[in-house]
Structures are given as C-alpha cells and as structure tokens.
Nanobody, 116 residues
Framework: QVQLVESGGGLVQAGGSLRLSCAAS????????MGWYRQAPEKQRELVAA???????DYADSVKGRFTISRDSNKGTMHLQMNSLKPEDTAVYYC??????????WGQGTQVTVSS
C-alpha cells in the first residue's frame, strides 16, 4: 500500500506562485506514476499534471508553461510548482498515485485559492 500526504496549498494573489508537495510512504518503489488533479466547485475533477517513474510528464493545456511537476522517486516525494497563477486555478488539489500497475491512491486534498 501507499499513503499520500499533501502540503503547500493556500491563498495567493493572481500572478503569484505556490508550490505543492506530496509525500508518499509505504511501498514507494511500487509507484508507477504520480500526479495532481484538481476540483473546483461544481466542476469535475481534472488532471493537472502527471509524471511517470521514467520521468515522462503530461500537463493539462490550461497549465502548460506555468506549472512544473517534479519527483524524487527515491524519497517518494512529488512537487508541483505553480507560477503565474490565475483565479481559475482556484480548486482543491489532490495528489494521486498509481502503484503496482493496477492500484490507485488519493491524498486528502489541499485548497488553492487565487484572488483577483
């Protein structure tokens, strides 16, 4: 099993930056991919960014060029550097992982609020 703990959310003005972190524990060497999803009020949860164990990354079009995902596989940590934040980035951000190729785990979520 893998457990996830997120940190780093908060309130920031438009144009500012935040860095989200996710710490995995347990069977971290069974992790295949990690990522961040977000869910705004009355909207579906959407993928923000993901990174595989091989280092391949994927980003939502809305965050390309502004967000950067990174990962330290040996430590089981993942970060999302968010720059040039916009009010529409306001959401609860969830850390996600796929491990042992078939299982998934979610973090508890961290609130990001961007004021205009």
């Amino acid at each position: 099993q893998v457990q996830l703990v997120e940190s780093g959310g908060g309130l920031v003005q438009a144009g500012g930056s935040l860095r989200l972190s996710c710490a995995a524990s347990g069977s971290i060497f069974s992790i295949n991919a990690m990522g961040w999803y977000r869910q705004a009020p009355e909207k579906q949860r959407e993928l923000v960014a993901a990174i595989t164990s091989g280092g391949s990354t994927d980003y939502a079009d809305s965050v390309k060029g502004r967000f950067t995902i990174s990962r330290d596989s040996n430590k089981g940590t993942m970060h999302l550097q968010m720059n040039s934040l916009k009010p529409e980035d306001t959401a609860v951000y969830y850390c996600w992982t796929q491990f042992m190729r078939v299982y998934e785990q979610w973090g508890q979520g961290t609130q990001v609020t961007v004021s205009s």
